[in-house]
């Protein structure tokens, strides 16, 4: 078992629609970060978290550190936000682990 | 936010050859980098962590001659990996740290022919 799962695996949506990818783990961490990673293969730092929950823009993360679970929404979904998100645990020495992540296609 | 750079952005080489890859950090004094490494269809893996000023510190299965880290000052890491194969064929990233926050390069894809 992986130690972050990450669900679902593909998604897909129609512009507008709001989008829940979720994150669960199984080690203690000191912090949550999601990514997100475009077809050429370039990473941006969307979130980090320790608790609770943060909003930027359009997105929105949330953590539940008892349940070892995290949430990355997208609202009023669009195109531009296709491509891979990926739920990373930072556990000692700021060493990231990292989900399998989420192809989201957004149609138009 | 703060910017890492990565150079080349992509590379081909021959078998037996031995590519260097630059990470910078742009903005800021990175006293931790990190290197990646991401085949087709998977999840980055960890290589390596590289503290400037001393060695870096290798994940279980990661050859330490094989891949070569340099972290010579507080803006620079570099990747080495000697004697190239195509199964060393992959994407390759490295990531910044200089407080809490990770800032990512825009990765190097390298092709060993």
């Known amino acids: 078992k992986n130690e972050v799962e990450q669900s679902p695996q593909n998604l897909t949506a129609q512009e507008g629609e709001f989008i829940t990818i979720n994150c669960s783990y199984s080690?203690?961490?000191?912090?949550l970060h999601w990514l997100q990673q475009h077809p050429g293969g370039g990473i941006v730092s969307l979130f980090m978290?320790?608790?609770g929950k943060k909003k930027h823009g359009r997105l929105i993360a949330t953590i539940n550190i008892q349940e070892k679970h995290s949430s990355l929404h997208i609202t009023a979904s669009h195109p531009r936000d296709s491509a891979v998100y990926i739920c990373?645990?930072?556990?000692?020495?700021?060493?990231?682990?990292f989900g399998e992540g989420t192809q989201l296609t957004v149609n138009p | 936010g703060a910017v890492v750079s990565q150079h080349p952005s992509r590379v081909i080489c021959k078998s037996g050859t031995s590519v260097k890859i630059e990470c910078r950090s742009l903005?800021?004094?990175?006293?931790?980098m990190f290197w990646y490494r991401q085949f087709p269809k998977q999840s980055l893996m960890l290589m390596a962590t590289?503290?400037?000023?001393?060695?870096?510190?290798?994940e279980q299965g990661v050859e330490k001659d094989k891949f070569l880290i340099n972290h010579a000052s507080l803006t620079l890491s570099t990747l080495t990996v000697t004697s190239a194969h195509p199964e060393d064929s992959s994407f390759y990233i490295c990531?910044?740290?200089?407080?809490?926050?990770?800032?990512f390069g825009p990765g190097t894809r390298l092709t060993v022919t």
């Open positions: 990373a645990v930072e556990t000692s020495g700021s060493r990231l682990t």
């Open positions: 903005d800021f004094q990175a006293t931790t």
């Open positions: 080690v203690g961490i000191s912090a």
């Open positions: 590289s503290n400037e000023g001393s060695k870096a510190t290798y």
């Open positions: 978290l320790s608790s």
């Open positions: 990531s910044a740290s200089g407080s809490r926050e990770q800032y």
